[in-house]
């Protein structure tokens, strides 16, 4: 695809710059059937972002944080190139393709409590595009510098349009001390294109430590001063939901309490990923899933689906 047919082009210009969103953020009209309430959905798409409260019952939240905790015990058993530690230290930072290596995250994402509100916002069937289990050790984890997903996605992945949004869910309680999501409502209406050509295999490092993709400080101060910064913080079954160009990011955790969150990006399967953007090769499908596998959303306790 040109860059003149590019609805969204970035790291093709030698300045930063600011494009006007041109998708909807909530797909479908609402109605007294929606699984969000109508101010739910209103908050969504005006600010970008959505928090939900005792999503799961303590005993579901209970078996999700067993295998997380029990997968950063022993990784061994996992593909390794999906493994990703934190910079300079061997803790584990990401835990990539959760959902394809582990049956209770599997079940998780099928739930209709997320799978269900993620084809609303969408009005499609959608996919996994990403999953992966996010720690942030005590002490250790590092923090993740402000960006937007979408312009990750649509430069090095091939996402056509901005109709894929995540979905944070809780496993520990997220304070505003242990490097919770911070994000700036309303910048999802704002494509902040950025500078720099992107490199061959990026993945490996910025997994790590993001270097391109990443927004103008100016641009950045700009879309803070119109709105502000919120750090959603909650207990163990929440679940945020967040646009996929919402500009967000994280503090490093320098407190001892550890924080772990699942975090699933559903993509329209009408958005299916095409040939990067701006990348010589798209990312490898553990990062951005190429074969669409429609989601089928599954009601039911999380345990007893899984058992």
Known sequence: MTMMSDPYPSRCASQAGVLPRRDPVVYREWSPNAPLTQEQTRHFDAQGYLVLRDVFTPEEIASLQAEAQALLADPSALDNRTVITEPGVNEVRSIFRI???????????????????????????????????????????????????????????????????????????????????????????????????????????????QEYGVPDEQILAELIHESEIVAPVGEPGAVIIFDCNIMHGSNSNISPYPRANAFIVYNAVSNRLHRPYGAQAPRPDFIAARECKPVRPVSGALKEAAA
């Not at 999953?131 to 056509?160: A, C, I, Q």
């Not at 869910?169 to 999501?181: A, E, V």
């Open 99 to 209: 959902h394809g290596q582990n049956k209770m995250i599997a079940r998780m994402v099928a739930d209709e409590r997320l799978a269900g509100v993620a084809s609303f916002l969408l009005d499609d069937e959608i996919y996994v595009h990403q999953s992966r289990l996010n720690y942030k050790p005590g002490f250790h984890g590092k923090e993740f510098y402000w960006h937007s997903d979408f312009e990750t996605w649509h430069v090095e992945d091939g996402m056509p349009r901005m109709r894929a949004l995540s979905m944070s869910i809780l496993l520990s309680r997220n304070t505003p001390f242990n490097g919770p999501l911070m994000l700036i409502p309303g910048s999802h209406r704002k494509y902040v294109a950025c500078v720099g050509e992107t490199p061959e295999n990026h993945y490996l490092s910025s997994l790590k430590k």
